[in-house]
């Protein structure tokens, strides 16, 4: 006749124990989570319950995408410009300004009730090609010129 030894078979009731107490606080977890789901369906209505807010990059030409846009839409109650707002993107040529992408992430905010935050007016990796190459005081006062 084959008998286990009492340290053993400790070993298998803490081991079934271990395994029934994960198991009933995973369990545990998904009802909490479902109740969390419910109390707020999206990533942006539930940082607007504690008065914060969720937000994305966004890059204006795929604010044409159903899918991207529905995302945006659904969980996000903020947004950030990806690069539409950075300098080569507002003045690709000396002088001569363009929002476009900017108001097209920012009319799209506004027409959601999304909050929108700007960033990097100035960025050593999105600086226009012909600005580049400006002496340290032309380059001051061409970025003075831009923020302005």
């Known amino acids: 006749m ?27 977890g998904l009802v909490l989570s479902a109740g969390i789901a419910n109390a707020a369906d999206t990533l942006g209505a539930a940082a607007a319950q ?3 807010y969720i937000g994305a990059a966004v890059v204006p030409n795929l604010l044409n995408d159903s899918s991207y846009s529905g995302t945006l839409s659904r969980e996000f109650n903020s ?14 040529n000396r002088n001569q300004f363009s929002y476009g992408g900017g108001d097209q992430i920012v009319n799209y905010a ?39």
């Open 79 to 92: 947004v950030v410009a990806e690069n539409a707002m950075k300098w080569d993107a507002t003045e690709p």
């Open 2 to 28: 084959f008998t286990r030894k009492p340290a053993r078979r400790r070993g298998l009731v803490r081991s079934a124990v271990a395994a029934l107490t994960t198991a009933g606080l995973a369990a545990s």
């Open 110 to 148: 506004r027409a959601r009730g999304m909050s929108v935050r700007g960033h990097a007016l100035l960025w050593h990796q999105q600086q226009p090609g012909w600005a580049q190459g400006l002496s340290g005081s032309d380059l001051r006062s061409a970025m003075m010129n831009h923020v302005t």
């Open 50 to 52: 504690s008065g914060r």
